[in-house]
């Protein structure tokens, strides 16, 4: 039995969104390919509608999502300024789904198209949500959606309030379509779970979301920037991960329950983050990660660095703050979440697995008097 701790090589059930044999693909296409070429907004599409759109598609596509972002109500905007500045903004983040839940028309409805509504408007208002927060607790007023570009633009114009660069743009654009969806991990099966119940979308991504929350999933990306950091550069990175390795201290940004001779997210970004850090006078951290990365492929054969690893730097030298890094995990996999829920509505069965019992056996009543 202590061979099916956490469910580890279980097929748990059926899925056309996204395979990881044989390379990590979604829908049929390989992740490399869409990272070279893709815009995150095509592989939300992918997702959600199985194929790429046509340039039609993407602009019809588009147009919704820009109509959604500029949407979100005043009502939800006046309630998330009243959050204490102290709540994680993960937390804010599922308070933030369950708020567009309350005043999401379709929210009930579980039909194809309905989910469909819902989760382009997931798509498009999360974001929106996570920026105001942002700006809010920074005593700066939320910014206004432009009605143009792409998802990835639109993001850091809500953080930031002014017009992003290019090479900035694509880096975001990458890391969200390197985020986007990843078969049966914890925060999917999760959503698969609440769905599979006849509950709703949006309730299945509150559940996704709190899955995801935690430090073993994409809580990580958050710890990682800790971790580099408490390591203290280049020169003591490698006496302070050999120390943490001798106490038998997981290293945030490794490992991965599937991938165990390499992810090939963290593969495609660390090219990336190479050169972001050269453009933004980050070498140091770099070269420390480098190291890192190093220690680590002596010490630990099968625990190669996961997607959260270089993603953490990679929004680090975006100029993000580390509070926001889990939370931009959430806004790129309501893509990958939305797909799951609707796939499992589509053919569904209530998701009732069976334990095995470790307990006592059956004892006689007694009673309180007598305990
Ligand atoms: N640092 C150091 N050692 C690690 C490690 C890490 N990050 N991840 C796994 N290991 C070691 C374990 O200690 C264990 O060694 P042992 O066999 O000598 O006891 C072995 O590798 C297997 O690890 P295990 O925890 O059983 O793997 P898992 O499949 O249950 O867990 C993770 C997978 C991702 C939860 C785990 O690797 C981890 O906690 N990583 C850090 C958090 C993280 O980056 N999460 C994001 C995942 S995308």
């Given at each position: 039995m202590a061979d099916n701790l956490g469910l580890e090589g279980i097929v748990a059930g059926e899925t056309a969104v996204c395979a990881l044999e044989g390379g990590l693909h979604y829908r049929g296409y390989g992740i490399e390919d869409l990272a070279l070429h893709a815009s995150y907004d095509e592989v939300a599409y992918l997702l959600l509608y199985g194929d790429l759109p046509t340039r039609t598609e993407l602009g019809e596509f588009q147009a919704r999502l820009f109509a959604a972002a500029g949407d979100v109500h005043a009502e939800i905007l006046a309630i998330l300024k009243q959050?204490?500045?102290?709540?994680p903004m993960m937390d804010v983040m599922r308070t933030g789904c369950s708020l567009l839940a309350h005043w999401d028309?379709?929210?009930?409805d579980n039909g194809r198209e309905a989910s469909l509504r819902k989760a382009e408007r997931l798509l498009a208002q999360l974001p929106v949500v996570l920026a105001a927060a942002h700006r809010l607790r920074q005593d700066k007023e939320p910014v206004a959606p432009h009605q143009w570009g792409s998802l990835a633009a639109n993001l850091l114009w809500l953080l930031e309030r002014q017009e992003p660069n290019e090479e900035f743009v694509r880096a975001m654009d990458v890391s969200l379509i390197l985020y986007a969806e990843h078969e049966f991990n914890a925060s999917t099966f999760t959503a698969r779970v609440v769905a599979s119940t006849l509950s709703d979308l949006h309730s299945a991504v509150v559940a996704a979301i709190s899955a995801l929350k935690g430090p073993l999933h994409g809580g990580a990306n958050e710890r990682v920037l800790e971790v580099l950091q408490a390591a203290g550069g280049p020169e003591q990175a490698e006496a302070w991960i050999r120390d943490a390795l001798a106490r038998k201290v997981k290293i945030m940004g490794f490992g991965h329950r599937v991938y165990k001779a390499g992810d090939p997210r963290a593969v495609f970004l660390k090219p990336l983050c190479v050169k972001l850090a050269e453009q933004t006078g980050n070498q140091a951290l770099e070269q420390t990660a480098a190291v890192m990365e190093r220690v680590m492929s002596e010490a630990k054969k099968s625990v190669p660095p996961n997607a959260d690893w270089p993603s953490a730097r990679l929004y680090y030298y975006l100029g993000l703050?580390?509070?926001?890094y889990t939370p931009l995990f959430v806004v790129s996999r309501v893509a990958g979440w939305s797909a799951h829920v609707i796939e499992q509505q589509a053919n569904?069965?209530?998701i009732r697995p069976m334990a095995h019992y470790t307990g006592l056996p059956p004892r006689s009543w007694r009673p309180i008097a007598e305990r």
């Open positions: 959050l204490p500045r102290t709540v028309s379709d929210v009930a703050p580390v509070e926001l569904n069965r209530i």
